[in-house]
């Protein structure tokens, strides 16, 4: 669903300061400090993280391995495969009598000579992480990504089969790198009568924790931030429908349905 969007197009043209690239794989070094924590210790911390897009959409933190407890993780035996990385030795973390298996990774001899003397940690797989004091969900922010949140008074109108879901005259539009306008609209001019929560929730690291609803049999079609990071409060308690699956006009005109991962 869009809006939890861990996926997303960085638009830069070119590579920041130290960096690398090989097939479609991009290598900067940051500049946060950055930390990992896992069964209430701090596995990872450094102050020279390297943003890897494996990916296109979002990057993957990999952290120097002095900056990181190895002492902690043992070795599987496994290894696994990329074409642009190279060879992936793979070891299990393990913190008391909590085990995250697999959940390292280190390429000692990557085509991509940066990766070398790095180890990557499965997102997932710790308890939390932060960037600088601040803790981070779903995936590192990009550098590439800025969010817009404007006030607007153009008509906004939402259907779905037909039946018109939401309608109002002061949405606020996010504009985000990469992808489609979203419009938020104020709950007052929803039909919350025809919105089922849902169970799903998902974290933005932009935004902050969504919750979700569903109309009918459209399963987890509309969201909403209730209280969103600092940088998106200008949509806390909005709602936003996935407009890949919602008829949806402005200023009377019928918008063509945008065509994303989240389709």
């Known amino acids: 669903m869009a809006e939890s969007e861990p996926g997303r197009v960085d638009r830069a043209a070119r590579l920041g300061t130290g960096a690398e690239s ?17 069964g209430g210790t701090v596995v990872a911390d450094t102050t020279a993280p390297l ?58 001899d990557s085509p991509l000579e940066q990766l070398r003397d790095h180890v990557r940690l499965e997102w997932s797989a710790m308890d939390a992480w932060f960037e ?12 590439y990504v ?19 879901v939401a309608d109002t005259r002061g949405p606020r539009l996010l504009f985000e790198t990469g992808l489609p306008t979203r419009y938020y609209l104020p709950k007052t001019d929803v ?9 799903t929730v998902t974290h933005c690291p932009y935004k902050g924790r969504t919750e979700y609803f569903s109309v009918g049999e459209h399963t987890d079609i509309a969201w909403s931030y209730r209280t969103p990071l600092p940088e998106s409060t200008r949509i806390a308690g909005l709602v936003a429908f996935a407009d890949e699956r919602v008829d949806v006009y ?8 945008p065509r994303t991962k989240f389709a």
């Not at 090989?22 to 896992?38: D, L, P």
Request: glycine residues 6%; hydrophobic residues 30%.
């Open 22 to 38: 090989r097939g479609r794989v991009r290598v900067e070094t940051g500049g946060k400090r950055v930390r990992a924590v896992f």
């Open 51 to 108: 943003l890897v897009w494996e990916v296109p959409y979002y990057p993957t933190y990999y952290v120097p391995r002095a900056d990181v407890r190895t002492d902690l993780s043992t070795p599987s035996g496994r290894t696994t495969r990329s074409p642009s990385r190279g060879e992936g030795h793979v070891s299990t973390l393990r913190v008391g009598d909590r085990e995250a298996v697999d959940a390292v990774t280190e390429y000692p």
């Open 132 to 143: 600088e004091d601040e803790e981070v969900y779903t995936h590192p922010r990009s550098p």
């Open 146 to 164: 800025r969010l817009d949140i404007l006030p607007s008074s153009r008509r906004v109108r939402v259907e779905i089969d037909g039946v018109t």
């Open 191 to 199: 039909r919350l009568d025809l919105l089922e929560p849902s169970d």
């Open 250 to 257: 402005v200023d009377d005109v019928l918008q063509e349905r």
